[in-house]
């Protein structure tokens, strides 16, 4: 038992190693970048986790959480060397429509082109923050008056069928003759990509919420607003969360396009640039941010919905 403890905890380590064994001595196909960022990278990742290591030999918690993320970090690690062999070492995958993470990562060591990645980020999270904010708030509470009042039940969902399909995208021509600015455009299309999952998913759950509950505050003198604050909503919780996890997925695709069609800054601004002038390096190296920059986001919306949720641990396993 402890031997196989001891080969996963160096699991990681192996795999740098042998990431770096890969780009330093399997000849090479096509030109090597020069930027050392991408060895220094797998020297850093192989350091920080020898002192996890460290710190985990002093933590039970620590020792049990680095036997569940060990094999992920080995995996990321051979994914990268069979990445490289695929596209530097063997030229299976051509150039420059693949690069190698050599290439791929020497954007980051390159202080103009992490001024325009930070740029089109920090652009990227306001457009995304005021269109996914506008659009679920608006939903949520479009969603609780759908679920609440049968009138509105009735009119309202009609409405939700026929225009709820239609692609948010679809909408970009409108919102380019409605709004005078790109930005403004955007924002529209964003809070429409996330308006439609927030008012079906919100309605759903307060449409669900049991009859004997309501009964009971009924019985003890609560008024129709405190039914609908102190009953019904934190009762559809658990769907309105998952309205939410919908509509930031959906805001995240709008997003890009938004992007690349009209709005000129941004990391889907700065794909479209680098395509253009066929440096598919950078391409790969803003796909990389998208991915830490969405799967951060969704990983902060995890830790609300657990935080407001602790209260179903028990009962909802995610």
């Given at each position: 038992m402890r031997v196989k403890t001891a080969i996963t905890a160096a699991a990681p380590l192996l795999a740098a190693g042998g990431a770096f064994a890969v780009h330093r001595y399997w000849p090479d196909k096509t030109p090597l970048s020069?930027?050392?960022?991408?060895?220094?990278?797998?020297?850093?990742?192989?350091?920080?986790?020898?002192?996890?290591?460290?710190?985990?030999?002093?933590?039970?918690?620590?020792?049990?959480?680095?036997?569940?993320?060990?094999?992920?970090?080995?995996?990321?690690?051979?994914?990268v060397s069979v990445w490289q062999v695929l596209t530097g070492k063997t030229g299976a995958l051509p150039m420059p429509f693949f690069p190698?993470?050599?290439?791929?990562?020497?954007?980051?060591?390159?202080p103009s082109?992490?001024?325009?990645?930070?740029?089109?980020?920090l652009h990227s999270l306001r457009l995304l923050a005021v269109g996914?904010?506008?659009?679920?708030?608006?939903?949520?509470?479009?969603?609780?008056w759908i679920g609440w009042s049968?009138?509105?039940?009735?009119?309202?969902?009609?409405?939700?069928?026929?225009?709820?399909?239609?692609?948010a995208t679809a909408w970009i021509p409108l919102a380019l003759v409605l709004f005078p600015t790109t930005f403004g455009a955007s924002t529209f299309i964003i809070g429409l990509a996330s308006l439609?999952?927030?008012?079906?998913?919100?309605?759903?759950?307060?449409?669900?919420?049991?009859?004997?509950?309501?009964?009971?505050?009924?019985?003890?003198?609560?008024?129709?607003?405190?039914?609908?604050?102190?009953?019904?909503?934190?009762?559809?919780?658990?769907?309105?969360?998952?309205?939410?996890f919908m509509a930031l997925s959906a805001s995240?695709?709008?997003?890009?396009?938004?992007?690349?069609?009209?709005?000129?800054?941004?990391?889907?601004?700065?794909?479209?640039?680098?395509?253009?002038?066929?440096?598919?390096?950078?391409?790969?190296?803003?796909l990389l941010v998208m991915g830490v920059f969405f799967s951060g986001l969704m990983s902060a919306l995890f830790a609300v919905r657990t935080r407001v949720l602790r209260w179903q641990q028990g009962v909802i396993k995610w």
């Open positions: 020069a930027s050392p960022v991408f060895p220094r990278l797998l020297g850093a990742v192989a350091a920080a986790w020898l002192a996890y290591l460290a710190a985990a030999w002093y933590s039970a918690r620590l020792r049990q959480r680095a036997g569940e993320i060990a094999p992920l970090w080995a995996a990321a690690l051979v994914s190698g993470p050599d290439r791929v990562f020497s954007v980051f060591g390159a082109e992490i001024k325009m990645l930070v740029e089109g980020t996914f904010g506008c659009g679920s708030i608006a939903g949520f509470l479009l969603g609780v049968k009138q509105a039940h009735y009119w309202g969902m009609p409405v939700l069928k026929f225009f709820g399909p239609v692609p439609f999952p927030m008012i079906v998913l919100t309605a759903s759950g307060i449409a669900s919420v049991r009859h004997s509950h309501l009964e009971v505050a009924r019985t003890l003198g609560a008024n129709q607003r405190q039914l609908i604050c102190h009953v019904a909503i934190p009762s559809a919780l658990p769907s309105i969360f998952v309205g939410l995240f695709l709008t997003l890009i396009v938004a992007e690349m069609i009209g709005v000129k800054a941004g990391l889907g601004f700065y794909i479209t640039w680098a395509q253009n002038f066929a440096e598919y390096y950078k391409v790969f190296a803003a």
